[in-house]
């Protein structure tokens, strides 16, 4: 089956770095995308990875290891506007997204 | 318009009724997508279209139909309402399909009883 494993919650500091993981099953790959959700809104597109390595846009960055089935979001420089959930998607080999439950951030600060 | 919209905003239905979710996008995108999501779960794809005239099935179809008559307008119809459709709807709209960035409307938040 397909699966996108991500955990459910974390906790960080203002200022501080945090690493959101994602681990992904799915048939085929066709890439990773992350995606930011603020509470009661959509989501908006922040990264897509097809190839292995590190994206890095502004405090944002997006990391992909094809051969480990896995991902990362890191955020640097926490803001209190960052709190939101962090929602990882595979594309499978239909182009299909296939979606994470969503990390809840939450910025302390 | 700018990007894409979403009507109603939120709405309380009674079980067995009938309701159409309204999505319009003015970026010209070839796609569109309907999805549900519940508090624990991820996104889960009801329908969607590649392209105006074309639709397919997504991973929870049963109990949702949609049309595509133009580019513009992709409304999604529970045909009989029940409370496990209770859920918030997005629609997602991409230039082309797959690897294309989705962008996706403000949703919409639907109560059955």
């Known amino acids: 089956g397909q699966n996108i494993d991500q955990p459910t919650e974390m906790t960080a500091t203002e200022g501080a770095i945090v690493q959101i993981n994602c681990t992904y099953q799915t048939s085929g790959f066709n890439g990773l995308f992350w995606y930011q959700q603020h509470a009661g809104e959509a989501p908006t597109f922040l990264s897509y990875?097809?190839l292995d390595g590190l994206e890095e846009k502004g405090r944002f960055s997006s990391f992909l290891s094809r051969s480990k089935g896995y991902s990362y979001l890191l955020l640097k420089e926490l803001q209190m506007k960052d709190s939101a959930s962090y929602l990882c998607a595979g594309v499978d080999s239909n182009y299909q997204l296939i979606w994470g439950a969503g990390t809840k951030l939450i910025i302390k600060p | 318009i700018a990007g894409i919209t979403q009507a109603p905003t939120s709405q309380i239905l009674a079980a067995g009724r009938r309701m159409t979710l309204r999505c319009t996008q003015d970026?010209?995108?070839?796609?569109m997508y309907w999805y549900r999501q519940d508090l624990g779960l991820g996104l889960r794809l009801i329908h969607y279209s590649n392209t105006a005239g074309t639709t397919g099935k997504g991973e929870v179809p049963d109990g949702y139909s949609v049309s595509r008559a133009n580019t513009d307008d992709f409304p999604l119809t529970l045909a009989s309402a029940v409370p496990s459709q209770t859920s918030v709807y997005f629609c997602?709209?991409?230039?082309?399909?797959?690897?294309?960035?989705?962008?996706f409307g403000p949703g919409t938040r639907l109560t059955v009883l």
């Open positions: 990875n097809v």
């Open positions: 970026m010209r995108h070839n796609a």
């Open positions: 997602a709209s991409a230039q082309g399909g797959g690897t294309d960035t989705q962008y």
